[in-house]
Protein backbone atom coordinates (compact mmCIF):
# COMPACT_ATOMS: atom_id res chain seq x y z
CA UNK A 1 0.00 0.00 0.00
CA UNK A 2 1.50 3.13 -1.21
CA UNK A 3 1.32 6.13 1.09
CA UNK A 4 1.79 9.94 0.20
CA UNK A 5 2.44 12.88 2.31
CA UNK A 6 1.96 16.33 0.41
CA UNK A 7 3.60 19.71 1.45
CA UNK A 8 4.16 23.02 0.03
CA UNK A 9 1.05 24.40 -0.06
CA UNK A 10 -0.09 28.14 1.25
CA UNK A 11 -0.79 31.60 0.24
CA UNK A 12 0.39 33.55 -2.47
CA UNK A 13 0.02 36.73 -4.30
CA UNK A 14 -0.90 36.11 -8.11
CA UNK A 15 2.43 36.39 -9.99
CA UNK A 16 3.98 34.36 -7.93
CA UNK A 17 5.95 31.09 -7.03
CA UNK A 18 5.21 27.56 -4.90
CA UNK A 19 6.84 24.16 -4.74
CA UNK A 20 4.77 21.16 -3.58
CA UNK A 21 6.42 17.88 -2.90
CA UNK A 22 4.75 14.32 -2.65
CA UNK A 23 6.74 11.96 -0.19
CA UNK A 24 5.47 8.55 -0.80
CA UNK A 25 6.12 5.17 1.12
CA UNK A 26 6.86 1.92 -0.48
CA UNK A 27 9.67 0.48 -2.87
CA UNK A 28 7.25 0.51 -5.63
CA UNK A 29 7.33 4.64 -6.23
CA UNK A 30 10.19 4.53 -8.85
CA UNK A 31 7.98 1.70 -11.14
CA UNK A 32 4.92 3.94 -11.46
CA UNK A 33 3.54 7.04 -12.97
CA UNK A 34 2.71 9.96 -10.35
CA UNK A 35 0.15 12.52 -10.79
CA UNK A 36 -0.87 15.92 -9.33
CA UNK A 37 -4.92 16.65 -9.38
CA UNK A 38 -6.66 20.17 -8.23
CA UNK A 39 -10.03 20.60 -6.93
CA UNK A 40 -11.42 23.79 -6.38
CA UNK A 41 -14.78 24.69 -4.59
CA UNK A 42 -17.64 24.17 -6.83
CA UNK A 43 -15.63 22.45 -9.69
CA UNK A 44 -14.59 19.48 -10.94
CA UNK A 45 -11.31 17.87 -10.35
CA UNK A 46 -9.06 18.86 -12.92
CA UNK A 47 -5.92 16.35 -14.03
CA UNK A 48 -2.75 18.99 -13.82
CA UNK A 49 0.45 16.75 -14.20
CA UNK A 50 1.53 13.62 -14.53
CA UNK A 51 5.11 11.71 -14.58
CA UNK A 52 6.15 8.39 -16.23
CA UNK A 53 8.48 6.56 -13.95
CA UNK A 54 11.06 7.00 -16.85
CA UNK A 55 10.69 10.83 -16.26
CA UNK A 56 7.63 11.77 -19.19
CA UNK A 57 5.72 14.37 -18.32
CA UNK A 58 2.31 15.93 -19.49
CA UNK A 59 0.66 19.11 -18.18
CA UNK A 60 -2.44 20.26 -18.51
CA UNK A 61 -2.86 22.70 -21.19
CA UNK A 62 -4.33 25.10 -18.13
CA UNK A 63 -1.22 25.49 -16.52
CA UNK A 64 1.36 24.51 -19.59
CA UNK A 65 4.19 26.83 -19.33
CA UNK A 66 4.17 27.59 -15.81
CA UNK A 67 3.62 24.19 -13.65
CA UNK A 68 6.46 22.07 -13.61
CA UNK A 69 6.75 18.41 -12.88
CA UNK A 70 9.56 16.31 -11.64
CA UNK A 71 10.08 13.28 -9.36
CA UNK A 72 13.63 12.02 -7.43
CA UNK A 73 13.05 8.47 -7.11
CA UNK A 74 16.26 8.12 -4.89
CA UNK A 75 13.99 10.30 -2.56
CA UNK A 76 10.63 8.77 -3.44
CA UNK A 77 9.57 12.25 -3.89
CA UNK A 78 7.59 14.07 -6.46
CA UNK A 79 7.24 17.58 -6.79
CA UNK A 80 4.91 20.25 -8.75
CA UNK A 81 6.85 23.36 -9.44
CA UNK A 82 4.42 25.86 -9.78
CA UNK A 83 5.25 29.96 -11.76
CA UNK A 84 3.63 32.59 -12.45
CA UNK A 85 0.43 31.86 -10.29
CA UNK A 86 -3.08 33.43 -11.05
CA UNK A 87 -6.43 32.93 -9.03
CA UNK A 88 -8.27 30.55 -10.77
CA UNK A 89 -4.81 28.28 -9.60
CA UNK A 90 -6.39 28.51 -6.06
CA UNK A 91 -7.56 24.86 -5.49
CA UNK A 92 -6.86 22.01 -3.28
CA UNK A 93 -4.33 19.92 -4.54
CA UNK A 94 -4.06 15.99 -4.62
CA UNK A 95 -0.60 14.16 -5.16
CA UNK A 96 -1.75 10.61 -6.71
CA UNK A 97 -0.09 6.80 -7.23
CA UNK A 98 -1.15 5.96 -10.73
CA UNK A 99 -1.93 2.13 -11.68
CA UNK A 100 -2.03 3.28 -15.20
CA UNK A 101 -1.90 6.79 -17.50
CA UNK A 102 -3.86 5.13 -20.11
CA UNK A 103 -6.84 5.40 -19.30
CA UNK A 104 -5.53 7.34 -16.26
CA UNK A 105 -6.03 4.75 -12.86
CA UNK A 106 -5.42 6.51 -9.42
CA UNK A 107 -4.11 3.76 -6.93
CA UNK A 108 -3.76 5.62 -3.91
CA UNK A 109 -4.18 9.55 -3.20
CA UNK A 110 -2.47 12.09 -0.73
CA UNK A 111 -4.48 14.53 1.62
CA UNK A 112 -3.77 16.76 -0.32
CA UNK A 113 -2.37 20.74 0.15
CA UNK A 114 -4.06 23.90 -0.30
CA UNK A 115 -2.51 26.31 -2.54
CA UNK A 116 -4.40 30.14 -2.41
CA UNK A 117 -3.54 32.35 -4.87
CA UNK A 118 -4.60 35.98 -3.84
CA UNK A 119 -3.27 39.51 -3.33
Known amino acids: QVQLAESGGGLVQPGGSLRLSCAASGSIFSMNAMGWYRQAPGKQRELVATITSGGSTNLADSVKGRFTISRDSAKNTVYLQMSSLKPEDTAHYYC?????????????WGQGTQVTVSS
Open 96 to 108: TFLRSLAPVSVGA
